[in-house]
């Protein structure tokens, strides 16, 4: 099955992933690391879900370009499995 291009999509893909490289602490990571681990380019798709994250506060990042991400609390639940969607998302 094909990979989703959705932006909430990959950034929950990339919550996992930091996830993965961080357990449950909070560190930076740089976005090549990411990017890496994710196989996947630095591309406006990749910058769309980052966006998407910091704006659902599942990640910590500046804005475009980004250099670094780190997980939230709320990041560290999605990754889990355990984020519930705002009333804003699922309505």
Partial sequence: MA????PKHI???ICKT???????EL????????CSRLDEDHTTKLNAALEYARQHELLACGPVPVRSVMLT???????????KKSRRESG
């Fill in 3 to 6: 990979k989703s291009v959705q």
């Fill in 11 to 13: 950034a929950l893909r």
């Fill in 18 to 24: 930091l996830h993965k490289l961080t357990g449950e």
């Fill in 27 to 34: 560190h930076w990571v740089d976005i090549d690391v990411v």
């Fill in 73 to 83: 609390h709320k990041g560290v639940l999605a990754a889990r499995g355990k984020f």
